[in-house]
């Protein structure tokens, strides 16, 4: 017998809804039911990214430095800088060297007596605003420009996982998420319907294991974590 060859399936949010009040023990009939799912289905993004690291929102950035500059803004939805460096002569096999950085707290960054001393970075503190987070380096570089850099800040980040959206948008996350994304908003619904209160101990233990399975296998295979951050249970 003949297999379908495909591995597409990526429910859109309505479909996702709807499989979630399904679970709940109820269908969902009205626009309101779609508008408090979706308000469920980003609060619930959320907790996850509160448990740890979500290894699809790991993303790759640079950000070239200029002389006399110690403040670089981040993408306004970066959560978290994982891992960072600063490299120099990029571009160029014979020149190109990757510099180990390392990243310091406020109180440290704080104590520094001279924030303007120039020199190669060595230190950053990494300030996680609410709305705009950014980094600080020290010392501040002592060449380059936007367009001619010397130093280039590369770093790997974890940004916030998108809003749900409209009906025909899909979730973003990993397909390995999906089953847990599902029996999480089947939870979240049965809480708000004191109709469906007496559901709520068995989603929520569906959820809670549909979470350590996918949480389980969404991690970094090396021997050694990129940073000591793990998922929490329930």
């Given amino acids: 017998m003949a297999t379908s060859g495909t591995t597409a399936f990526n429910p859109d949010f309505t479909e996702i809804a709807e499989e979630a009040f399904e679970r709940a023990g109820r269908e969902m009939r009205s626009g309101y039911d779609l508008r408090t799912a979706r308000r469920s289905m980003n609060l619930l993004t959320i ?7 979500n290894m699809w929102t790991i993303d790759e950035g640079t950000i070239n430095l200029v002389q006399g500059t110690g403040t670089y803004a981040l993408p306004a939805d970066t959560i978290d800088i994982m891992e960072q460096l600063i490299r120099t002569g990029s571009g160029s096999s014979s020149t190109q060297q990757d510099i180990s950085v390392s990243r310091i707290s406020v109180s440290t960054y704080s104590s520094i007596p001279n924030k303007l001393s120039q020199g190669r970075p060595v230190q950053v503190w ?9 980094i600080n380096v020290w010392p501040i ?6 367009e001619a850099p010397y130093y280039i800040f590369k770093y790997w980040r974890l940004r916030r996982i998108e809003d749900a959206g409209d ?4 979730a973003d996350m990993n397909f390995r998420f999906l089953p847990t994304l599902m029996a999480g908003l089947a939870y979240y619904i049965a809480m708000k319907d004191p ?27 090396a021997s050694v974590r990129l940073i000591p951050r793990v998922y929490r249970s329930f």
């Fill in 126 to 134: 990494v300030d996680r605003g609410r709305d705009n987070p950014s």
């Fill in 141 to 146: 570089p002592d060449q380059g420009t936007a």
């Fill in 47 to 53: 907790e996850w990214q509160n448990r740890g690291i």
């Fill in 167 to 170: 009906g025909v948008n899909t």
């Fill in 195 to 221: 109709d469906l209160v007496s559901r709520v101990p068995m989603l929520q233990a569906e959820y809670a294991f549909q979470f350590e399975l996918a949480a389980g296998e969404d991690r970094e295979k």
